[in-house]
């Protein structure tokens, strides 16, 4: 049995990603699809660097664009604290999506989740969730095209979908896919059809099929397992998926969590504390500077490379550049962090300012003109 659990609610320990993609049955992102991809503009990096890896009919969905047909793009956030590099990673996946193919987006903050599921109030999930929404806002997605649902507020249209979906779920569908014991309470049971929803949003509003793309973390397959599972009984198009890895945690740890505040960078972080963070983070160098020197450090382990990797290096060159400059021990890990620091902080720099901008608009992004 391998260390490691990918489930919607718990992702730990070291991750074999192509272990779960056959656990799950979903299909690798392989050259020929990235080669289709190109069709419609440059690939985006973490489609070439395997980061978005995965899928489930992928192929379908642009046969079906390419008839003419568009999709909509569905994604969300369970608003348990504040927004981390973990979160934002596949939001900008999904940005580049909503550009490249010029669709709309559903964004689901599911309130309802984390107060089934942690101990938290809904008066303080609903300030994590306003300002969660910040930051997908920050991130540029088109006003125009791109609505917030809160699920507590979004509840009159969401909930008769809900109610079609856990008609057709048993309870021991429940038990097998997300392992509930008997203490589960019953809201959390219930929860999955709130989570499927959206995905059949559009293709009921328009009264037609209208294919839906859900870009994220494979840890939420199960879900849209489900959701799979009943959309043609309902007569919806089954939703479509892309998946990515976890973002990793400045431990060197497969994810980055938000449990544990030093490993972890929130895009409110100053940059003394990004600078602090950083300085900290688990490198692939050697115990001293002569031996790096002399051996090289070993970037694959490196939480600094795979944050370079994943996020802040975007030109492939450049990223090989640095592998071997370490591996040939001409970059020590102290110059490596500082770059990486400066790297992180410019970005912050803009976010911050863009997610303040965004409370100008985030009351005229809402899903059913709900007022935060
Ligand atoms: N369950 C997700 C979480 O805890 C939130 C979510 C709702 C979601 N709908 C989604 C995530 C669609 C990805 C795609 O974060």
């Known amino acids: ?31 020929t699809l990235i080669q289709r991809i190109t069709k419609y503009g440059d690939p985006h990096f973490m489609l070439r660097r395997g980061i978005f890896y995965s899928h489930r009919d992928l192929n379908w969905i642009l046969d079906r664009y390419d008839a003419g047909k568009k999709f909509v793009l569905y994604t969300g956030r369970g608003p348990s604290g504040g927004t981390h590099l973990g979160h934002i990673m596949p939001w900008m996946f999904a ?157 060197g740890e497969d994810k980055m969590s938000s449990s544990d505040e030093n490993i972890t960078i929130y895009t409110v972080d100053t940059p003394k504390i990004v600078k602090k963070k950083v300085g900290r983070a688990f490198t692939g160098g050697c115990v001293s500077v002569d031996e790096q020197r002399h051996k090289g450090g070993n970037p694959n382990v490196c939480a600094v490379f795979k944050y370079n990797y994943c996020m802040f290096e975007h030109d492939d060159c450049k990223l090989e550049e640095l592998s071997n400059r370490c591996k040939n021990g001409e970059i020590l890990c102290g110059e490596c962090k500082a770059i990486l620091t400066q790297k992180i902080n410019a970005f912050l720099e803009k976010h911050q300012a863009k997610r303040e901008e965004a409370r100008e608009v985030v009351d005229s992004m809402t899903f059913d003109g709900f007022k935060w």
Not at 6 to 18: A, K, M, Q
Not at 131 to 139: S, T, V
Not at 167 to 175: E, G, I, M, Q
């Open 1 to 31: 049995m391998a260390k490691f659990t990918v489930t919607p609610w718990e992702v730990t320990g070291n991750i074999d990603y192509d272990e779960i993609q056959r656990k799950f049955g979903t299909t690798p992102i392989d050259d």
């Open 95 to 251: 940005k580049w999506i909503q550009d490249t193919f010029d669709v709309s987006m559903y964004f689901q903050m599911t309130d309802d989740e984390k107060f089934l599921f942690k101990d938290l109030t809904l008066h303080d999930i609903r300030n994590t969730a306003y300002e969660n929404a910040l930051d997908f806002i920050g991130l540029g997605f088109d006003p125009e095209k791109t609505k917030i649902i809160l699920n507590t507020e979004c509840v009159k249209t969401l909930y008769p979908l809900a109610l079609k979906v856990a008609k057709k779920v048993t309870f021991s569908t429940a038990k097998a896919v997300f392992g509930f014991e008997n203490s589960a309470n019953i809201g959390q049971i219930f929860y999955t059809s709130m989570q499927a929803a959206p995905a059949f949003l559009a293709s009921e509003t328009e009264g037609k099929e209208i294919p839906c793309l859900i870009p994220c973390g494979i840890d939420q397959d199960p879900h849209f397992r489900v959701a799979r599972d009943v959309a043609t009984g309902l007569g919806y198009p089954k939703p479509c998926m892309i998946y990515c890895k976890m973002f990793p945690g400045l431990n």
